[in-house]
């Protein structure tokens, strides 16, 4: 059962577009919503998170709108750039043991030039 | 700081064949996990760890098992590889202190052939 999805599943923008991820959660007891970016060949690295406490969080660039009522939260890459080509996870976790993150999918976002 | 450490990067394995994956981190951290990533797919647990001696399946485990000696270490075993298990495997670690962000390793491309 897939408990968090994550759409689309690839986005080509150009550059200083916004690309927007959105990602849909199931289980109303998590309350962790972190986004991971990864570049081929590497491992995920954590890019921005939220709690259900806060409607919206910015870092740089990078912006999560989160929806509680509607299960739902975003990820927005303001301004663009090539560089931040790469794949996009979203995930989620409950305050349990172990802080185990359900993963979305994945966006693979392309930046041109 | 190496912060989490994946051996070997790639193994080609024959059906039948068993390896373990091993994942070390100098972090310090309590919770440490393995995660399958699938081509055009998101991360499955496998197995995760709250701490040394201590750990649980997660959405993935049958065909792999673990053990965690030290708080270092988390090695992933694998028995009887089958065709099934091709996928790249993540190991990745977190603590309370980092507000639960995951730090993961670089992957061990694995293929059963």
């Known amino acids: 059962q897939q408990q968090v999805k994550q759409s689309p599943q690839s986005l080509i923008v150009q550059k200083g577009g916004i690309p927007i991820i959105n990602c849909a959660y199931e289980n109303t007891a998590f309350d962790y919503f972190p986004w991971y970016q990864q570049f081929p060949g590497k491992g995920p690295a954590l890019l921005i998170a939220?709690?259900?406490?806060?409607s919206e969080k910015k870092e740089g660039r990078f912006t999560i709108s989160f929806n509680k009522s509607a299960k739902q939260f975003s990820l927005h890459i303001m301004d663009s750039q090539p560089g931040d080509s790469a794949t996009y996870f979203c995930?989620?976790?409950?305050?349990?043991?172990?802080?185990?993150?359900?993963f979305g999918g994945g966006t693979r976002v392309l930046v041109k030039p | 700081n190496a912060g989490v450490t994946q051996t070997p990067k790639f193994r080609i394995l024959k059906i039948g064949q068993s390896m373990t994956l091993q994942c070390t981190q100098d972090?310090?951290?309590?919770?440490m996990y393995w995660y399958r990533q699938d081509p055009g797919m998101g991360l499955k647990l496998i197995y995760y760890?709250?701490?040394?001696?201590?750990?649980d399946k997660g959405e993935v485990p049958n065909g792999y098992n673990v053990s965690r000696s030290t708080t270092e270490d988390f090695p992933l075993r694998l028995e009887l590889a089958a065709p099934s298990q091709t996928s790249v495997y993540f190991c990745?670690?977190?603590?309370?202190?980092?507000?639960?962000?995951?730090?993961f390793g670089s992957g061990t491309r694995l293929t059963v052939v």
């Open positions: 939220i709690r259900p406490d806060v």
């Open positions: 972090m310090n951290h309590n919770y």
């Open positions: 995930a989620a976790s409950s305050n349990t043991a172990g802080n185990k993150l359900t």
């Open positions: 990745a670690s977190s603590s309370p202190d980092t507000a639960y962000g995951y730090t």
């Open positions: 760890s709250v701490g040394a001696g201590i750990t």
